[in-house]
Nanobody, 126 residues
Framework: QVRMVESGGGSVQIGGSLRISCAAS????????LGWFRQARGKEREGVAA????????YYAASVKGRFTISQDNAKNTLYLAMNSLKPEDTATYFC???????????????????WGPGAQVTVSS
């Protein structure tokens, strides 16, 4: 099983930008879906963005569409999430997953793993 380790979190001001990374322990080219999830304190984990290595339109949660961009570097087995125009409500611990899918009933991103990495803490404040 591919293990994922997040990095690059930090504290930024409202409206700022940040890019977080996720390094995989092995190749992810065979993965159907690579995704980013986040969990704010006291809230459930939610899907943020996903990319499909085999092709297809990336998934973005409505709350981040137009501000966040997901990408991957196959040569480095690394997944990225570029975040712009950050808001206080983006404050959370961000996790990545090497398996995910979109629930057709709810339109939300569902993780295909319960084996999470340490996460990357992102804090947005004034």
């Amino acid at each position: 099983q591919v293990r994922m380790v997040e990095s690059g979190g930090g504290s930024v001001q409202i409206g700022g930008s940040l890019r977080i990374s996720c390094a995989a322990s092995g190749s992810t080219t065979g993965s159907f879906c690579l995704g980013w999830f986040r969990q704010a304190r006291g809230k459930e984990r939610e899907g943020v963005a996903a990319i499909y290595p085999g092709g297809g339109t990336p998934y973005y949660a409505a709350s981040v569409k137009g501000r966040f961009t997901i990408s991957q570097d196959n040569a480095k087995n690394t997944l990225y999430l570029a975040m712009n125009s950050l808001k206080p409500e983006d404050t959370a611990t961000y996790f990545c997953a090497a398996d995910c899918w979109e629930d057709p009933r709810t339109g939300t991103l569902v993780p295909g793993t319960r084996d999470w990495g340490p996460g990357a803490q992102v804090t947005v404040s004034s």
